[in-house]
């Protein structure tokens, strides 16, 4: 069996602090790990993903997520928060066995103050 | 490149009446994949198609069925509607050419039809 638990469901950081969210999944096998976000109304959108080449996976929109095996975690960072990083960010984990083994995350809804 | 499409946008029905949606995937995509999202629930995987065969498929109620057509388009159909139904259906597509268990394909995402049953 397999699971993705995002920590926080809300996150608040002021514009140009540091952005944190947080991922951690279990797996039987080695597995693929995404992070999307979701503006309102909006569909979405792969920011990175995790395929086993590399710990550390630089995302679009200046995100990246590290990969720590010991920790079984797949954090989402940023260094400097943009007002339009608000919205919300799934955390997916995906095994072998076909589409039925991708697992999403509840989401975190990440705020900006500006 | 048009992105995933996804229509109607929003839509009413009342309980019992039965549903289709459709979605458009990118050109070249041959995956179409379709998600059901709730405030309760999250997202969850209904059913994945690829050229016109379905692959893979959540742990649905057989109320909920697909197709898929020759030009990948994809159609989702929810018969019997009950208030629970009430969500946000994403669809998605990928190239899919790697095999039914190659689950880290990017996927491209529609904006998605907002279904609400009364």
């Known amino acids: 069996a397999q699971s993705v638990t995002q920590l926080d469901s809300h996150v608040s950081v002021s514009e140009g602090t540091p952005v944190l969210l947080r991922c951690n999944y279990s797996s039987s096998y080695s597995p693929s790990l995404f992070w999307y976000v979701q503006h309102p109304n909006k569909g979405l959108q792969l920011l990175l993903k995790?395929?086993?080449?590399?710990?550390l996976v630089k995302g679009i929109n200046g995100f990246e997520a590290e990969f720590k095996k010991s920790e079984t975690s797949f954090h989402l960072t940023k260094p400097s928060a943009h007002m339009s990083d608000a919205a919300e960010y799934f955390c997916v984990v995906s095994g072998a066995g076909g589409y039925q083994k991708v697992t999403f995350g509840t989401g975190t809804k990440l705020q900006v103050i500006p | 490149k048009a992105g995933v499409t996804q229509t109607p946008r929003y839509l009413i029905k009342t309980r019992g009446q039965q549903v289709t949606l459709s979605c458009s995937p990118i050109s070249g995509h041959r995956s179409v994949s379709w998600y059901q999202q709730t405030p309760g629930q999250g997202l969850q995987f209904l059913f994945e198609y690829f050229s016109e065969t379905q692959r893979n498929k959540g742990n649905f109620p057989g109320r909920f069925s697909g197709r898929q057509f020759s030009n990948s388009r994809s159609e989702m159909n929810v018969s019997t509607l009950e208030l629970g139904d009430s969500a946000l259906y994403l669809c998605?597509?990928?190239?899919?050419?790697?095999?039914?268990?190659?689950?880290?394909?990017?996927?491209?995402f529609g904006s998605g039809t907002q279904l609400s049953v009364l």
């Open positions: 995790y395929t086993s080449a590399a710990t």
């Open positions: 998605a597509s990928s190239l899919g050419g790697r095999g039914p268990n190659a689950t880290n394909e990017k996927l491209f």
